[in-house]
């Protein structure tokens, strides 16, 4: 089973930037899209961003421009750099293996307050 955790997370001032990991447990990573969710209270998980196995990106619109993901297969690592953040960017972020019934971290705390 395929394990996945995640670091980076903390308390930033908004305008600052942060840079998430994913390491991920396992054989074959290079070969699955993988993605970061994030989910703020009392609200849904949403897609933040996806990468798949070629490098190709996409992006929440909410994200664009501020937030890069990017992977590193020899490392089995996924991260994700978010540059000018928002208080609304504030939330626990996941990333998931990006397939049915894929794995999911246990989540690292992002809070944007001054």
């Known amino acids: 089973q395929v394990q996945l955790v995640e670091s980076g997370g903390g308390l930033v001032q908004p305008g600052g930037s942060l840079r998430l990991s994913c390491a991920a447990s396992?054989?074959?990573?290079?070969?699955?899209?993988m993605g970061w969710y994030r989910q703020a209270p009392g609200k849904r998980r949403e897609l933040v961003a996806h990468?798949?196995?070629?490098?190709?990106?996409n992006y929440a619109d909410s994200v664009k421009g501020r937030f890069t993901i990017s992977r590193d297969n020899a490392k089995n690592t996924v991260y994700l750099q978010m540059n000018s953040l928002k208080p609304e960017d504030t939330a626990v972020y996941f990333c998931?293996?990006?397939?049915?019934?894929?794995?999911w971290g246990q989540g690292t705390q992002v809070t944007v307050s001054s």
């Open positions: 990468i798949n196995s070629g490098g190709s990106t």
């Open positions: 396992g054989s074959f990573f290079s070969i699955y899209a």
């Open positions: 998931h293996r990006e397939i049915i019934g894929g794995a």
